[in-house]
């Protein structure tokens, strides 16, 4: 079996609750609770859950755009060495921050404004001192056709694109630093149908020209399963099923996975009324105050009183067939829908 | 004037067109759309972002915002047992429009907490759309809001009164969204992209909620979207737009599996499916939607189509075919179908082709 590029060992990010005149601290948002996630080299993992579940958050301290409380980012690199990101301060990162890079959600807020395609692109090779002058813009140019851009737009500002050609700009700021792993958050979730499918598209090529590995978060379901080869369910700051793809989609073991499933409409009328119909209160917990036992307890339609709400005997993430993981007190015992194959 | 002919139609638009007159140009953001809304039936408007879809809504209540204006077009709206009348007439600030607006018609928009002040109660503001247009006191008007939350599925409705919009999630300030809009027991409901911004399980829920309330009370909804998995989940008639102009019309089960104009059929090719396994590629649109003010001339939908033919589709405007019963397509593609008749025989050969 290859090693993993990435080995996250109970990640904890909490962000502290201040109240008060001066300040106080009251409490603490858990966006990640104890997260323990692999990921294969050249693989796409998906992460996948509802706002507010800290997939954006685990992303973002995987990068080290944000510090993590506790726990280790195990970080394989190409000499077979493993750095924790999770200990090393700003100045140690730097070369890693080469190495992992992130595509942002928003293509209209993530561009400055004010810098031309050629300053945003080739900023991280100024500033990481790879090239300057010509060479810069040669490896902007070619970065920038690489992403199905003309490079004669080289001088432009970003108001001039659209969301899709924006948000290849964003692809291409990513990757010029010759990333291996790149967090890609919700990259598409701003963009049109029909250009949407042309940025996955794009997406996958570079993966295979680049041999990149992707951790791709993302709210919608039905983008992640045409993408990932596996994919993590994530409820209020814990990963709560873990699995290859189809294996997932075709058999949820965890009851949050399944409602999930089954409230993604589906673009087929005569689908309307076929298949198991899961709804959930619209009530996430509150983080700071998260439920008693299993987290998921209070919408989940299975939930047992006297079991699933005990406190200190929530469920942990277990391995409950080849490569799939769920965190459920009573996954032996439900028999839980999927996604059928759909009519052609 | 024309006659409107005799049909169930509850809403009836023809050929509305509105303009935005900006400094840099004329934008042509709906032009020349029609579109009719039965009695007690759901139509579904889909289109990307830039295709009218939302304007044509706001054209309907006269909420075009400056420095837009419905320039052409005429909008029937056929009241309960009475004469027909066209609301595209009505000033925006008229007092025959603001009876219906809120009253006959409401409307739901996209960003349920951007849309609920935050100053004043759910309560504050339900008792006003209510007393707005019902001849209820104050006591009566509160009792009317809770039972309108209740109905709308939030539980402890006479606690909920009290509450700042800031202090429910998403899905709860949509559902008083929803209660609002309810409040006079309107005919029409237009919902502008309701569960955009909400989860999945959560637009989930407000799509039965509105199914239920449909069932109950026999409204009709005209409802906005750009995502095809709503539309098969909601509509029974689905009107597809683009850059302005509806491009196709029909029932949802045939714009799904009978689509006849290239654009509704590469829309519904790069759509990823449920089910259909992982390293799926998608069927992509080219290029890029333009932006309204430049528009392609002939058909907007030209420089995209793979099926387009030159010194054809970029030169002369589409005609809009009758390719069935209820339905139309404006694609060149079809412009002998109606000689075939209503059976759409030919449609299925087109599509071949």
Redesign the interface.
């Known amino acids: 079996m290859t090693m993993p590029i990435l080995d996250v060992r109970d990640l904890k990010v909490h962000f502290p609750v201040k109240a008060g005149f001066i300040g106080r601290t009251v409490g603490h948002v858990r966006a990640v609770d104890g997260v323990d996630l692999t990921i294969q080299p050249g693989e796409t993992l998906g992460l996948v859950g509802e706002s507010g579940c800290g997939k954006t958050t685990l992303g973002r301290s995987i990068s080290r755009i944000i510090k993590p409380s506790t726990g280790m980012i195990g970080y394989r690199g190409t000499d077979g060495t493993v750095t924790d990101l999770a200990a090393l301060r700003e100045r140690e990162l730097r070369p890693f921050q080469r190495q992992i890079r992130v595509v942002f959600q928003d293509p209209f807020s993530s561009l400055n404004p004010r810098m031309t395609l050629r300053q945003i692109v080739g900023e991280p090779l100024r500033a990481n001192g790879i090239a300057t002058g010509s060479e810069l813009e040669d490896r902007v140019a070619d970065m920038l056709a690489r992403v199905g851009l003309s490079p004669k737009y080289m001088d432009r500002y970003p108001h001039a694109f659209s969301g899709g050609e924006r948000q290849r700009v964003n692809i291409a700021r990513a990757l010029i630093l010759g990333p291996r792993l790149v967090i890609a958050d919700e990259p598409v979730s701003a963009l049109d149908v029909s250009v949407r499918a042309q940025i996955l598209n794009l997406l996958r090529d570079l993966q295979e020209e680049f041999s990149l590995t992707f951790l791709f978060v993302s709210h919608d379901l039905s983008v992640v399963e045409s993408v990932c080869d596996r994919v993590a369910v994530m409820y209020l700051g814990k990963i709560v099923e873990l699995a290859e793809t189809a294996e997932l989609y075709a058999s949820p073991r965890h009851p949050y996975t399944e409602a999930l499933l089954s409230a993604v409409p589906r673009p087929d009328p005569r689908l309307r009324d076929v298949g198991r119909r899961v709804r959930l209160t619209d009530d996430l917990p509150d983080p700071s105050n998260p439920p008693a036992g299993c987290y998921f307890h209070t919408r989940c339609p299975y939930a047992v009183a006297g079991v699933c709400d005990v406190s200190g005997q929530g469920p942990v993430l277990d391995g409950i067939g080849p490569g799939h993981h769920a965190a459920c007190l009573r996954s032996d015992e439900l028999s839980l829908a999927g996604v059928a194959s759909e009519l052609a | 004037m024309r006659p409107v002919q005799a049909s169930d139609a509850l809403l009836e638009i023809d050929g509305l067109t509105t303009h935005f007159f900006t400094r840099e140009g004329t934008v042509r953001a709906v032009d020349g759309v029609s579109l009719t809304v039965p009695a007690g039936k759901t139509v579904c408007v889909v289109g990307?972002?830039g295709c009218g879809k939302s304007v044509t809504a706001r054209s309907v209540l006269g909420l075009v915002d400056e420095p837009g204006r419905v320039v052409a077009g005429e909008i029937w709206w056929r009241r309960d047992g009475q004469a027909p009348v066209d609301l595209a007439r009505y000033g925006p600030k008229s007092e025959e429009m603001r009876r219906v607006r809120g009253g006959e018609i409401s409307m739901v928009f996209q960003e349920p907490m951007a849309s609920l002040s935050p100053m004043y109660t759910v309560g504050a503001q339900l008792v006003e759309a209510i007393r707005l247009h019902m001849p209820l006191d104050r006591e009566q008007a509160r009792e009317r809001a809770a039972d309108l939350l209740r109905r709308v599925g939030i539980p402890r409705p006479e606690e909920r009164l009290d509450a700042y919009s800031f202090q429910l999630?998403g899905?709860?300030c949509q559902r008083v969204m929803i209660a609002i809009a309810l409040a006079a027991g309107p005919a029409l409901l237009i919902a502008d992209e309701p569960t955009t911004a909400l989860?999945?399980?959560?637009?989930?829920?407000i799509?039965?909620l509105i199914h239920e309330l449909q069932a109950e009370t026999g409204m009709s909804v005209l409802f906005i979207t750009?995502?095809?998995?709503?539309?098969?989940?909601i509509?029974d008639e689905v009107v597809v737009m683009y850059l302005g102009t509806v491009v196709e019309r029909g029932g949802?089960?045939e714009i799904?599996?009978d689509p006849k104009h290239p654009y509704t059929r590469?829309?519904?090719g790069?759509?990823?499916?449920?089910?259909?396994?992982?390293?799926?590629?998608?069927?992509?649109?080219r290029g890029?939607?333009p932006?309204p003010s430049d528009r392609p001339s002939g058909c907007p939908f030209h420089p995209?189509c793979g099926d387009a033919v030159a010194g054809l589709c970029d030169r002369s405007d589409p005609p809009d075919v009758r390719v069935g019963p209820g339905r139309t397509a404006r694609c060149v593609l079809h412009e002998n179908a109606d000689l075939i008749g209503d059976d759409g025989q030919l449609g299925a050969e087109e599509v071949q082709r």
């Open positions: 990307e972002s999630s899905g709860m989860d999945v399980t959560t637009q989930a829920r799509i039965d750009h995502d095809l998995g709503v539309v098969a989940e509509a949802v089960d799904f599996h590469a829309l519904l790069s759509i990823p499916r449920m089910g259909a396994g992982t390293g799926q590629r998608l069927a992509t649109i890029n939607v932006h995209r």
